[in-house]
T-cell receptor, first 115, second 113 residues
Framework: SAVISQKPSRDICQRGTSLTIQCQVD?????MFWYRQQPGQSLTLIAT?????????ESGFVIDKFPISRPNLTFSTLTVSNMSPEDSSIYLC????????????FGSGTRLTVV | GDSVTQMEGPVTLSEEAFLTINCTYT??????LFWYVQYPGEGLQLLLK?????DKGSNKGFEATYRKETTSFHLEKGSVQVSDSAVYFC????????????FGKGTSLLVTP
């Protein structure tokens, strides 16, 4: 299955600032997914990122707040903009493996604390 | 739309006890079903999966059977260990959720010696 390198692993940020999270995959994948896991909660899909097109956002998430880039088939970034304490969460990227049917792989996550 | 419901936690068991974590789903068509595990301080790992009705996924002593008639995918293990303490997530890949996974709320399991 694919191996994902996600960074930073954690950060503490001031409110009003922005943080960009990077995910690098060791193989080419068509779609990458970004999730948010709020403290003690499940994973919520933020958006699906396809290479060469605009990301598709889920209800409750907007591009101005969570801009996503997908410049090639192995890399994507998620930016959390104009942060507030409510944005404190773990953010994860994920891909669907090509070698293993439905073998979704997740990055190790970015633990974000906004103060 | 598609959704996953799993039993509330936390679940506390003694070592070697039998484990069942219930998971039911709502979906159109024929979804694929997954169990993921998140050990303390670690990322999500795929535990097992089943892609069609009556399939049984198994891994590390855990099992789950895809039951279309009851729309369920309950996770079981015959004898839990302290090292099984983690949060377990049931997830679905269905036609209404595109290609992303739709997760249940997670069930925290604590196994005591």
């Amino acid at each position: 299955s694919a191996v994902i390198s996600q960074k930073p692993s954690r950060d503490i940020c001031q409110r009003g600032t922005s943080l960009t999270i990077q995910c690098q995959v060791d193989s080419q994948v068509t779609m990458m997914f970004w999730y948010r896991q709020q403290p003690g909660q499940s994973l919520t899909l933020i958006a699906t990122a396809n290479q060469g097109s605009e990301a598709t956002y889920e209800s409750g998430f907007v591009i101005d707040k969570f801009p996503i880039s997908r410049p090639n088939l192995t890399f994507s970034t998620l930016t959390v903009s104009n942060m507030s304490p409510e944005d404190s969460s773990i953010y994860l990227c994920s891909v669907e493996g090509t070698a293993t049917l439905y073998g979704y792989t997740f990055g190790s996550g970015t633990r974000l604390t906004v103060v | 739309g598609d959704s996953v419901t799993q039993m509330e936690g936390p679940v506390t068991l003694s070592e070697e006890a039998f484990l069942t974590i219930n998971c039911t789903y709502t979906a159109t068509g024929y979804p694929s079903l997954f169990w993921y595990v998140q050990y303390p301080g670690e990322g999500l790992q795929l535990l097992l999966k089943a892609t069609k009705a009556d399939d049984k996924g198994s891994n590390k002593g855990f099992e789950a059977t895809y039951r279309k008639e009851t729309t369920s995918f309950h996770l079981e293990k015959g004898s839990v260990q302290v090292s099984d303490s983690a949060v377990y997530f049931c997830a679905l890949r269905g036609s209404n959720s595109g290609y992303a996974l739709n997760f249940g709320k997670g069930t925290s399991l604590l196994v005591t010696p």
